[in-house]
C-alpha cells in the first residue's frame, strides 16, 4: 500500500512557478513510476507529466513541454512537478500517481495509487 500527499499549489500569477511535491508512504516508493495528472473544472482529468523508477526516463503532453519538469529523490520518498511560465489554462487540481508498473505512463489506468489533489490557480 502507498499513500499519497500532494503539496505546493496555490494561487500565481500568470507566468509564474510553483514546485508541487508528492511525499508517499511506503519502502517501495522508488520502484514505482510517478505521474501528475489535472483535472480542470468542467473537464476530465488528464495527463500532465510521469518519470520512471530511476528518474531516467520522463513523459510529458505537449502542453507541458519545455514549461514543465518532473524529478524525484527516492531517498525522501517526494516527486516534483517544476511548473515555470504558468498560464491560466494551466488551472486544474493537480494529482500524483504511482504506478507498479516502475516506468511511468500516459494512461490514468496504469495507477494503482492516487493522492488526493492539490488546488493550483493561475490569474491573468
Known amino acids: 500500500q502507498v499513500q499519497l500527499v500532494e503539496s505546493g499549489g496555490g494561487l500565481v500569477q500568470a507566468g509564474g512557478s510553483l514546485r508541487l511535491s508528492c511525499a508517499a508512504s511506503g519502502r517501495t516508493f522508488s520502484r514505482y513510476g510517478m505521474g501528475w495528472f489535472r483535472q480542470a473544472p468542467g473537464k476530465e482529468r488528464e495527463f500532465v507529466a510521469a518519470i520512471s523508477w530511476s528518474g531516467a526516463r520522463t513523459y510529458y503532453t505537449d502542453s507541458a513541454k519545455g514549461r514543465f519538469t518532473t524529478s524525484r529523490d527516492n531517498a525522501k520518498n517526494t516527486v516534483y512537478l517544476q511548473m515555470n511560465s504558468l498560464k491560466p489554462e494551466d488551472t486544474a487540481v493537480y494529482y500524483c500517481?504511482?504506478?507498479?508498473?516502475?516506468?511511468?505512463?500516459?494512461?490514468?489506468?496504469?495507477?494503482?495509487?492516487w493522492g488526493q489533489g492539490t488546488q493550483v490557480t493561475v490569474s491573468s
Open positions: 500517481a504511482a504506478d507498479q508498473g516502475s516506468f511511468g505512463s500516459r494512461s490514468e489506468s496504469e495507477y494503482d495509487y
